[in-house]
Nanobody, 117 residues
Framework: QVQLVESGGGLVQTGGSLKLSCAFS????????IGWFRQAPGKERESVAA????????SYALSVKDRFTVSRDNTKNTGYLQMNSLKPEDTGVYYC??????????WGQGTQVTVSS
């Protein structure tokens, strides 16, 4: 059984930084790609960033490119999302998810990020 637990969210001022973690329990973490998503109040969930199973390939939403960095440590079964230069519009619940194929198989419970202006 795969479980994902996000942590690292909180309240930060505009321009600040946070680093989210996604702790994976289960088998074969290194075989999964990781995605990070967020959902703001009243809005649909959106993709923020993703990283391949071996970390060689990453992708970002245009709104976070050059501010966020996705990474992973397969020795620690953990994924990360480093968020810099945060803006109020980055506020939302952030989720990590993992997939083998085109759809995400498992999701975490989310962690709240609030950026004050």
């Amino acid at each position: 059984q795969v479980q994902l637990v996000e942590s690292g969210g909180g309240l930060v001022q505009t321009g600040g930084s946070l680093k989210l973690s996604c702790a994976f329990s289960g088998r074969a973490f290194s075989s999964y790609a990781i995605g990070w998503f967020r959902q703001a109040p009243g809005k649909e969930r959106e993709s923020v960033a993703a990283i391949s199973w071996n970390g060689d390939s990453t992708s970002y939403a245009l709104s976070v490119k050059d501010r966020f960095t996705v990474s992973r440590d397969n020795t620690k079964n953990t994924g990360y999302l480093q968020m810099n230069s945060l803006k109020p519009e980055d506020t939302g619940v952030y989720y990590c998810a993992v997939r083998h194929s085109s759809s995400y198989d498992y999701w975490g419970q989310g962690t709240q990020v609030t950026v004050s202006s």
